[in-house]
């Protein structure tokens, strides 16, 4: 079951219209009539996507039990797709050619006979296909958490969130958006009566000589996506100019370290990225002359403290995607109270998440920015040994 065992790797989404007061079985049977195989039309490619009750790639026993956990809808989606193997269809080929050509008195095939050959390959592979032999079946875990109304995925493929709109849509005739690092601060920014920030804000250009005021993987003039980078920019500064800790709205305290991975990437898409492993990436000179050439963060691996509980997560910057989170293991208790403290440490890590971006707006939209932003500027320009 994705999110009760193991590590968590998940996009956040918010679903649209009020949140759920409770699930029940009458959303087990909204999951049980598109459960996998009853889809009427597959899609043009073939593949067919419908629900999994999760116990494993054949499950399609729903219940309450194990469905429905701490207020949470447990779930799952298979998507079933047809990997027909190409370099069987390229041996078959080969052998209905030769088969073809064999009465040529050159021994060369004719464009025709290329031609059939193709076709007989390809109907000798649809054939085979027919008994399920080349079939492949994937399946993404996912909760929706009743109240924050968030549909957690456990995939960061952009594919497979496109066939979950269409499902998901006509399960339960609701919509969602992605809570990407635009659409958070916009959320965040509506409790401050700050929208309007947001609204107005631009790249940060920290350094004029190699970067632009355009983002290349924010493509979209309306998207405010690009706060997500500079959210890791202040975060790297501060903790290494600052404190190793950030106070936060709730007046708890999250310690935190940059660890194990750092991916930085041109974002006038000319240079390339370059990642780093290490036990402390920031750390790393190489890491440092990569900002100073104008490369922005775009994923970082943290390790967090809060509330004595530590977290491992790799945080992807521009969606907020979080991929291999290891979680606290879970106190002693019948099965039930571990999946149930589960789902607890995947909410507390969400909200120590958001209340670290909310720490980093507060500074981003106040008045003290230009101030602070000259500062990062400073220190950018700085030599590791100078650091």
């Known amino acids: 079951m994705g999110f009760f065992t193991g590590r968590v790797t998940c996009m956040r989404f918010r679903v649209s219209g009020r949140a759920p007061r409770n699930f029940g079985t009458d959303d087990l049977d909204r999951l049980a009539e598109h459960m996998i195989g009853k889809q009427r ?5 073939g593949s067919q996507a419908g629900w999994i009750a999760g116990d494993h790639i054949l499950d399609t026993s729903f219940d309450l039990a194990k469905n429905v956990i701490n207020d949470t809808l447990n779930m799952t989606m298979r998507i079933d797709e047809q990997k027909t193997p190409s ?6 080929y080969q052998v209905e050619l030769k088969a073809l050509i064999a009465t040529n008195p050159s021994g060369r095939p004719s464009s025709k006979q290329k031609r059939q050959a193709k076709e007989y390959a390809k109907d000798r592979l649809e054939n085979e296909a027919k008994d399920g032999r080349f079939l492949r079946r994937k399946a993404i875990p996912m909760l929706w958490d009743a109240p924050s ?5 456990g995939t960061t493929s952009i594919s497979a969130i496109d066939r979950l709109i269409t499902l998901f849509q006509d399960t339960f005739q609701r919509k969602f958006e992605m ?8 959320n965040l920014a509506e409790i401050t009566n700050q929208q309007r920030n947001i609204d107005d804000a631009r790249p940060t250009v920290y350094v004029p000589a190699h970067q632009t005021s355009d983002v290349s993987w924010v493509p979209d003039e309306n998207s405010r996506d690009f706060l997500g980078n500079e959210f890791f920019l202040w975060l790297w500064h501060y903790l ?19 660890a194990r991975s750092l991916q930085l990437e ?6 390339g990225r370059e990642t780093f492993s290490s036990d402390g990436p920031s750390k790393l000179p190489e890491a440092h002359r990569a900002l100073q050439a104008g490369k922005l963060p ?8 809060r509330h004595d509980a530590q977290y491992e997560i790799t945080l992807q910057a521009e969606t907020l995607a979080i991929a291999g989170a290891k979680l606290p293991p879970p106190e002693d208790g019948d099965d039930r109270a571990r999946l149930e403290e589960r789902i607890t440490r995947v909410r507390d890590l969400l909200e120590t998440i958001d209340l670290m971006y909310a720490a980093f707006l507060q500074h981003r939209l106040g008045d003290g920015w230009t101030k602070e932003s000259a500062r990062i500027k400073k220190w950018l320009h ?6």
Do not use: H, W
């Open 41 to 45: 039309v597959a899609s043009t490619d």
């Open 87 to 92: 370099d069987l269809l390229r041996a078959y």
């Open 149 to 153: 109304n968030e549909l957690l995925v």
């Open 179 to 186: 809570l990407s690092a635009g659409r958070q601060a916009f």
């Open 240 to 258: 290494e100019n600052e404190s190793d800790s950030i106070k936060l709205s709730d007046d708890s305290e999250v310690v935190l370290m940059i």
């Open 266 to 271: 041109c974002p006038r898409g000319q240079f």
């Open 298 to 305: 775009r994923k970082m691996g943290l390790t967090l403290v």
């Open 382 to 387: 700085l030599e590791p040994k100078s650091r």
